[in-house]
């Protein structure tokens, strides 16, 4: 089964944050058709054209219906946005990327926090409009490397605020697994010698960092973006993730259950985000994560408008909250995100979290290849590739 992005959809379940806002009553909804046809148009019906019409719009609106990652909202700043707008929050999670364009395709809600393999549908949909970030003033904030990207802008134009960025790390337990592994090598070795005691995230996207480490160790692949891939590429990627399985002693998708499995030895190396080693540290295990010398993927969520949002001036003003310095330190400290707008650096609990995160480091993210869609395009730069579905049937064969 294909676990599209199930990152915090686990968290809300393990109940990482107390006060979660009620869901809005509404249904999971179906993909039925695309909500609007080729060409977005650039404008939102109802928007104000000023800062100062927004804002007396917005009161009028009263609220905004948003489909989230679990906890992307969270009451502890989401009342606050209330209280300075005069827009209630109300919210509904999707477990998946799929789930998130089933919900905002229903006309249902006014925005959504999408990561990278439903964005880029959403705006070759339509379903998504193009912002002016003239409108939303704390996007100047943004960092340069997260603004402009192929999975939040398209023809040059933005289509959303990024909401933070965290990179895919190799984690190890220090008592166990010696040397210290520099390289992604350490688990897509067939010899290895922790067989059975590997960590793989279970989803289509990992097809991504196979290809990574081929980018780096197999040159002759020609390999430049390891989320599009020719068929060469594509089938060199399956075979050593296939290859990888015998190794594999968890399949993981719920953040919960590997930190459980590294605690108890159940696992002792694998992939792994900040959080989970971040909880593991706090509570004394024997733990380390890098970034390996080949680089890695990533994420990096957008905030995006429905095409046709009935609220539309309290999602601009969501939008521009959201990215402001005091919302910004809540959210990247509580997820183990860096901050997408740096000015919330020095108000993190964690004066050191910024560091330790690389939030304004652009240098260490250059080789952080953040969650796309995989297209026939190759991205929109010529060529056939492998799309999203490909993906999907492989991850399927490769799981078994």
């Not at 402009?148 to 960025?165: E, I, K």
Request: charge should be neutral; proline fraction near 5%; hydrophobic fraction near 35%.
């Amino acid at each position: 089964m294909n676990k599209q992005f199930t990152r915090l959809a686990g968290w809300s379940a393990c109940a990482l944050l107390t006060g979660v806002l009620a869901f809005a009553a509404a249904g999971c909804g179906s993909s039925g058709g695309s909500s609007a046809s080729k060409g977005a148009s650039t404008e939102v019906k109802g928007l104000g054209s000023t800062l100062s019409e927004i804002k007396s719009k917005a009161r009028a609106e009263g609220e905004v219906d948003l489909v989230i990652w679990a906890g992307y909202a969270d009451k502890s700043w989401a009342d606050q946005f209330t209280k300075e707008t005069g827009c209630k929050v109300v919210t509904k999670d999707g477990a998946t990327s799929d789930d998130m364009i089933d919900l905002i395709s229903t006309g249902q809600y006014d925005g959504v926090s999408a990561s990278g393999n439903a964005t880029v549908r959403l705006m070759k949909r339509g379903d998504v409009a193009p912002v002016d970030t003239k409108l939303i003033p704390n996007y100047a904030d943004v960092a340069s490397g997260l603004k402009n990207q192929d999975y939040n802008s398209l023809n040059g134009q933005p289509y959303g605020v990024p909401h933070g960025r965290g990179p895919n790390l190799l984690m190890w337990r220090t008592d166990v697994v010696n040397p210290a592994p520099t390289s992604w090598s350490a688990i897509w070795n067939p010899n290895t010698p922790y067989k059975k005691k590997i960590s793989i995230y279970d989803d289509s996207i990992f097809i991504a960092d196979a290809a990574l480490y081929l980018k780096a160790t197999k040159p002759d692949l020609g390999i430049d973006n390891p989320y599009q891939l020719n068929d060469k590429q594509f089938t060199a990627a399956v075979n050593l993730l296939k290859s990888l399985k015998p190794n594999v002693g968890e399949w993981w998708a719920d953040y919960a259950k590997q930190v459980q499995s590294y605690a108890n030895k159940d696992v002792v190396i694998g992939t792994t985000w900040p959080y989970m080693e971040n909880i593991l540290k706090a509570d004394k295990k024997p733990v380390n994560a890098i970034k390996p010398k080949e680089g890695t993927t990533g994420w990096s969520d957008t905030w995006m408008i429905y095409s046709k949002a009935a609220h539309p001036n309290c999602m601009y003003m969501w939008m521009n909250y959201i990215e402001s310095p005091q919302a910004q330190a809540k959210v990247a400290e509580s997820f183990g995100e860096a901050p997408a707008n740096l000015k919330a650096c020095p108000l993190t609990t964690n004066k050191d979290f910024c560091t330790q995160l690389h939030a304004a480091d652009e240098s260490w993210w250059k080789n952080v290849y953040y969650w796309t869609t995989p297209t026939a395009d190759c991205g929109g730069k010529g060529g056939t590739c492998k799309t999203q579905q490909d993906w999907v049937n492989a991850w399927t064969e490769i799981r078994g």
